[in-house]
C-alpha cells in the first residue's frame, strides 16, 4: 500500500511540474513590422513581416507559454520579372507544437523572434534577430521544411540589413543532409523599409 501511494504521489508531482507555464520575455518586434525592399541594379527583393502570437505547447498540448514572434513572405524581381511572389495573407497564430502553423502551407515562408528566460537578458540585445526560419521555395532546402538560416538587424527605423548564412554551415550546424543549392534570393542586403 506504501509503494502504491509513494507511486500516485510521484507521478501527481510530475504532472504538476509538466503543467507549468514557462516564463519568456521578447523584445519589442514593432519596428521590425511592414514591408522592406532591397534594390541593387536588376534585382528587387521584399520582405514583409507582420506581427502574431506564437503559443508553445507540451507534449500533452498544455500551452507552455504565448510570445510574440514576426512572420512573412518575400517576393524577387530579376530584369522586372517576378521569379517569386510569396506574400501572401498570413495567419495571427502560429504553434511551434503542432507544425501546422509554421510552414507554408499557411503562408509563412519567413519566420522569427527574440526569447529570453530572464528579463534581465533583454538588455543584452545587440540589435540582431539571428534566428530566421526561412522556406525557400525554389531551392527547398531540408526538403522544404526549410531551416533557419540567417538573421536581420534593424539599422535605422528605415533600414534593415539581411543576411543568409553559408549554406553548407548552416547544413551542419542544424544536422540537415542534402546537397548544396544555394538560395534564390538575396544572401546579404540592406533594405529600406516602404510601407
Known amino acids: 500500500m506504501k509503494k502504491l501511494v509513494l507511486l500516485l504521489i510521484l507521478c501527481f508531482a510530475f504532472l504538476d511540474v509538466m503543467g507549468q507555464k514557462d516564463t519568456v520575455y521578447s523584445i519589442d518586434l514593432t519596428p521590425y513590422v511592414g514591408t522592406w525592399v532591397y534594390e541593387n541594379q536588376d534585382t528587387v527583393f521584399t520582405i514583409k513581416w507582420q506581427?502574431?502570437?506564437?503559443?508553445?505547447?507540451?507534449?500533452?498540448?498544455?500551452?507552455?507559454?504565448?510570445?510574440?514572434?514576426?512572420?512573412?513572405?518575400?517576393?524577387?524581381?530579376?530584369?522586372?520579372?517576378?521569379?517569386?511572389?510569396?506574400?501572401?495573407?498570413?495567419?495571427?497564430?502560429?504553434?511551434?507544437?503542432?507544425?501546422?502553423?509554421?510552414?507554408?502551407?499557411?503562408?509563412?515562408?519567413?519566420?522569427?523572434?527574440?526569447?529570453?528566460?530572464?528579463?534581465?537578458?533583454?538588455?543584452?540585445?545587440?540589435?540582431?534577430?539571428?534566428?530566421?526560419?526561412?522556406?525557400?521555395?525554389r531551392k527547398k532546402h531540408n526538403n522544404g521544411d526549410g531551416f533557419f538560416a540567417g538573421g536581420m538587424e534593424l539599422l535605422a527605423p528605415d533600414k534593415l540589413h539581411w543576411w543568409l548564412e553559408d549554406e553548407e554551415k548552416v547544413q551542419l550546424q542544424q544536422g540537415v543532409d542534402g546537397p548544396l543549392v544555394g538560395y534564390s534570393v538575396p544572401a546579404n542586403a540592406v533594405m529600406r523599409k516602404v510601407e
Do not use: H
Not at 510552414?103 to 519567413?110: A, D, G, R, T
Not at 519566420?111 to 525557400?136: E, H, M, P
Open 51 to 137: 506581427m502574431a502570437k506564437d503559443t508553445a505547447y507540451n507534449r500533452r498540448r498544455i500551452v507552455l507559454y504565448v510570445s510574440d514572434c514576426l512572420v512573412g513572405g518575400y517576393s524577387l524581381k530579376v530584369n522586372g520579372v517576378e521569379t517569386d511572389n510569396y506574400i501572401k495573407e498570413l495567419p495571427t497564430g502560429l504553434s511551434f507544437f503542432s507544425g501546422k502553423n509554421d510552414s507554408p502551407k499557411s503562408n509563412v515562408y519567413l519566420s522569427a523572434s527574440y526569447l529570453v528566460r530572464k528579463k534581465s537578458d533583454l538588455q543584452n540585445f545587440d540589435g540582431k534577430i539571428t534566428r530566421i526560419k526561412f522556406y525557400d521555395q
